[in-house]
């Protein structure tokens, strides 16, 4: 979900790299689950998260979305994004201890909390969110251990192409005012990336930049 906002006021003013140490470490969220209740539905998901939320739990894409997404319009397209439920309006995956149930294969965006990605010029870098970590005294951890993930390079790389194709396809329905259109953007989007699953022993980032490929030549 793209944000417009005045990045002074919801950071310490400074962007981040891989390699660079950030006030993100709130020693495993130990007596906290803040981040995992009242997120609305801006913990949008993207393919990666589905394919591997989807292969960790063993379901398709449908049988997920009926217990622990939801689909909504974001930025004129439909993306699924996790769903918060019930009375305390928390993530499905959050257990009766307040800890992720999930934690292996949760997304992206939980991964990175409390830092954000802010794109700019076809990149992105990324910026500590001093507003919405409760957790007091956070030590320093370097970026990318901090994500904690195989492969960065291919992850970063799939993360930019992914929020640009998004965004060239959301300036083209804008530009288009065509409703048929839009309706058809978001069926192939989510038809592509999301349904038709992704194969568990073929390189994910190989498939979806083929799909990516197709992507870009349909609609541009
Ligand atoms: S997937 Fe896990 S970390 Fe992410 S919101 Fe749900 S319970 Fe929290
Ligand atoms: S608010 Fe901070 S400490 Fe609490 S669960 Fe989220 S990341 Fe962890």
């Keep these: 979900m793209q944000r417009e906002v005045d990045l002074r006021e919801i950071s310490d ?14 020693q495993d969220c130990t007596g906290c689950s803040d981040c995992c209740r009242g997120m609305g539905t801006s913990l949008v998901l993207d393919p990666l998260d589905v394919h591997t939320l989807c292969t960790g739990l063993g379901k398709t894409f449908e049988e997920f979305l009926s ?20 009375e305390e309006e928390a993530c499905v995956f959050l257990n009766a201890q307040g800890r992720c149930s999930v934690h292996a294969v949760r997304p992206g965006f939980c991964r990175m909390f409390p830092l954000g990605r802010y794109y700019d010029g076809r990149s992105f ?7 919405e ?10 970026v990318k251990k901090w994500l904690d993930r195989p492969d960065l390079a291919k992850y970063e790389q799939f993360v930019g192409d992914w929020h640009y194709f998004l965004k060239d396809v959301q300036e083209l329905l804008e530009r288009a005012h065509d409703d048929s259109l839009t309706r058809s953007a978001s069926m192939y989007i989510l038809k592509n990336f999301y349904l038709r699953p992704f194969c568990t022993d073929m390189d994910f980032y190989e498939q979806f930049a083929q799909r990516l490929e197709k992507g870009r030549a349909y609609f541009f």
């Design 13 to 26: 003013g400074k962007l981040y790299g891989l390699n660079d140490m950030v006030k993100a470490d709130c």
């Design 67 to 86: 217990y622990a997404a939801e689909l909504q319009v974001c930025d004129g397209l439909i993306l699924p994004n996790l769903k918060m439920a019930g």
């Design 125 to 131: 870098q990324y910026f500590l969110q001093i507003h």
């Design 133 to 142: 970590c409760k957790k007091e005294n956070r030590s320093k951890i370097k």
